[in-house]
Nanobody, 134 residues
């Protein structure tokens, strides 16, 4: 059974930091691209960052570049998202996802770059809440 379990969310003041973890099981972790997504109330889910061991192995949304860092520990089947300089607009439920493809795709859809299209997502975690106060 595939499982993705997120942790590390919480309440933090603007300018603060959090590190999210996604522990995976039930699939070949070394071969998978793992993505972090977020969804704020009333907004659609958006791709934040992605990592894989392939050539196209890193992706960051423009809104988090320079502030968030994604990393992968294959020995622990864990992907981390280090979030620094947090802003109130980073408030959302953060989900990790297992991709069905071994790389981080970035596709232009309706004028916007979409990280890992819905058809490229195999499984989702349950999510962890991140709240940034101003």
């Amino acid at each position: 059974e595939v499982q993705l379990v997120e942790s590390g969310g919480g309440l933090v003041q603007a300018g603060g930091s959090l590190r999210l973890s996604c522990v995976a099981s039930g699939f070949a972790f070394d071969d998978a691209a793992i993505g972090w997504f977020r969804q704020a109330p009333g907004k659609e889910r958006e791709g934040v960052s992605c990592i894989s061991d392939s050539v196209s192995g890193l992706y960051y949304a423009d809104s988090v570049k320079g502030r968030f860092t994604i990393s992968k520990d294959n020995a622990k089947n864990t992907v981390y998202l280090q979030m620094n300089s947090l802003k109130p607009e980073d408030t959302a439920v953060y989900y990790c996802a297992q991709s069905s493809i071994p790389y981080c795709s970035a596709t232009m859809v309706d004028g916007r770059v979409r990280m890992l299209l819905p058809a490229e997502i195999h499984n989702w975690g349950q999510g962890t809440q991140v709240t940034v106060s101003s």
